[in-house]
């Protein structure tokens, strides 16, 4: 596929996800555009996602291949898809991706910075802990 067509497609996949817009999410999925693909800024679809708490979403990306523990390094967006719904209390979201095997201890900042847990903790969100929690996530120490 040509380079200009895939980010004429990958604006529009952006343009979905941060409308929560599933069906279309999937159908430009099935005509090409990238699942793990950066906008300029370096944010990634799934991590949009997260942020956004559209499951669903989240879900069609990664059964698209977009890889769960991901980092995003966009300004004002870097971080894990988990712990960007562990932040704003996802829970349905922080489930799919838990799914799909994202790591509930992975750290972001390459490993630096704070778990899922953390955030969900901190953001005050504790069913989001409580399904961390359960997937094996626990406080450092």
């Known amino acids: 596929m040509k380079q ?9 996949l ?20 990238s699942p793990e693909r950066r906008n300029a ?4 679809p799934l991590y949009l996602a997260s942020v956004q708490g559209e499951a669903e979403v989240a879900r069609l990306l990664m059964e698209a291949g977009a ?5 995003s390094r966009g300004p004002g967006s870097e971080g894990t898809p988990l712990c960007a719904a562990a932040c704003w209390g996802h829970t349905a979201t922080a489930r799919e991706l838990l799914a799909h095997g994202a790591d509930p201890l992975l750290r972001e900042d390459r490993g630096a910075g704070w778990s899922p847990l953390d955030w969900a903790d ?7 802990a409580e399904v961390l929690r359960a997937a094996g996530a626990h406080p450092p120490g």
Do not use: C
Not at 41 to 44: F, Q
Not at 67 to 71: H, I, L, M
């Open 4 to 12: 200009r067509q895939q980010k004429k497609l990958s604006h529009r």
């Open 14 to 33: 952006f343009r979905a996800i941060l409308s929560g817009d599933a069906k279309s999410v999937r159908t430009l999925l099935r005509s090409g555009a």
């Open 41 to 44: 800024d370096g944010t990634t």
């Open 67 to 71: 890889s769960p523990d991901a980092e």
């Open 122 to 128: 901190h953001g005050h969100h504790p069913d989001t």
